[in-house]
């Protein structure tokens, strides 16, 4: 049987005790190094039911019944502009909360934020850059925007850039429309409810004066997207889908993004212990970040 036979046969080729896999075994492996060669994420063999489940989603979809024909069709010319974006869509886990990990956002107001208007006030500049790598469905950037126009001093002098991106389309567009159910608003304070959003009928709609601040783009942290002079990043449980070298160039990108004692924030089961050099620990209480040195 030939290599390629093989693979369409969409067998198991070293385990015959359980029901079959969706893909072969020669198949995960071409799955996987596709996804990490595009995207950096790395698929252990225990994700390997994980990323049979999402695929199945995008055969069934497409009416395609072998692992080995979808992996063809989204390595072909049209189907790596079109359909390859689609499976790494599939693929993102979309958990996310407002003001999730909330000793984070009290060390932001409390800390960073005091420290960056004080060193902002001293160059004659109230221009402030953020970054929400990996948004999700947006209420982290607009967890941001809620605790910038609460903490800074004289809030309408400031000029507030927030830039939030995500590998996902699908979570992009539910981040720009702004909209939430009520079981989804835990973890605000009744009163910014009211002065940050408006109601409609079930939902609750993020207010033109947050969203306004938040510019959502497709983005694949694999790649530079240009930008410079940051004050803070936030990327929070991103890096966990990344193997120590792909960790390693994400946090080199993120120091060349930020401007000198700017701040980047992790996820709570992140740290750049072993990744880098350039950054020192700050801390109060339960929250962390990470202040670039230099």
Known sequence: MSYSSHLRSGLRETDDSGPLSLLSDSEFRLFRDLIYEECGISLSLEKRAFLESRLKRRLDELGITSGYEYYRVITGPQGRSKE????????????????????????????????IAARKEKCGTRMLRVWSAGCSTGQEPYSAVIALLETLPDRDSWTMRIVASDLSFTALERAQAGLYRADQLKGIDPR??????????????????????????????????????LDIIFCRNVMIYFDAEEQRRLVSRFANCLLPGGFLFLGHAESLQGLSTRFAMVHRNKGIAYRLEG
């Open 192 to 229: 910014s409810v009211t002065k940050y959003f408006r109601r409609e009928n079930e939902h609750y709609v993020v207010s033109d004066a947050v969203k306004k601040r938040v510019i959502f783009d497709y983005h694949n942290l694999k790649n530079d997207n240009g930008l410079r002079g």
């Open 84 to 115: 390859l974006p689609a499976l790494l869509d599939s693929l993102m886990i979309c958990e996310t909360s407002f003001f999730r990990n909330l000793p984070q956002f009290d060390l932001l107001r409390e800390v960073v934020l005091p420290e």
